[in-house]
C-alpha cells in the first residue's frame, strides 16, 4: 500500500507538506515504540527472572562451581606474576603468561631489550679542564669578556 501525500487544506498552496504536523505524527509513532520496548525489557527480565528461579539446585550449583573455579584461576595466576615481577625486578602489570616458565622468558626478554645502558665515567665530576690547548683559546676570552668573569 503506498503512502499518499497529506491533502492540502483550502489555505495552504498545493504540494506543500505540513512538516509540522508530520514531525507530530513520527513523535507520536516514536513514543508508541518507546513504550513498547520499557514493555519488553519488563518482560524480558520477569522471564529471566522464572528462568533463575526454575533451575535446578545441581544446574545452580555447577553454575557457582565454575565462577569459583575461574576466580580461584585469577588468584593463582596473580600470585605467580607477582612472584615472578619480584624476583626479576619487572613491574607485574607488564607481564605475559600464564606458567611461571612463561612469565620469566617474558621478564628476561623485558630486560634484555630495556637493559639501562651504563653512564659514562668521569675522572673528577663537575671540573673541567681549562688549560687545554685546543684553539678555543680566543673564543674563551670572548666569553669570559662578556660576562665580566677574569677567572
Not at 49 to 77: C, P
Request: hydrophobic share 35%.
Amino acid at each position: 500500500m503506498a503512502e499518499e501525500a497529506p491533502q492540502a487544506g483550502p489555505d495552504e498552496p498545493q504540494g506543500e507538506p505540513d512538516y509540522k504536523a508530520l514531525y507530530e505524527a513520527e513523535k507520536a509513532h516514536s513514543r508508541k515504540w518507546e513504550k513498547q520496548a520499557k514493555a519488553n525489557r519488563q518482560a524480558a527480565e520477569e522471564l529471566e527472572r522464572a528462568h533463575e528461579a526454575g533451575k535446578t539446585a545441581e544446574e545452580r550449583i555447577a553454575s557457582l562451581e565454575s565462577k569459583l573455579e575461574a576466580k580461584e584461576r585469577a588468584e593463582a595466576r596473580n600470585a605467580l606474576v607477582a612472584k615472578v615481577a619480584e624476583a626479576k625486578g619487572v613491574p607485574a602489570r607488564f607481564l605475559v603468561g600464564d606458567t611461571e616458565e612463561e612469565l620469566g622468558e617474558y621478564a628476561d626478554s623485558l630486560l634484555k631489550h630495556f637493559k639501562a645502558k651504563p653512564a659514562p665515567k668521569v675522572e673528577k665530576p663537575g671540573a673541567f679542564d681549562n688549560r687545554a690547548e685546543d684553539g678555543n683559546g680566543a673564543m674563551r676570552d670572548f666569553v669570559r669578556r662578556l660576562t665580566g668573569n677574569d677567572d
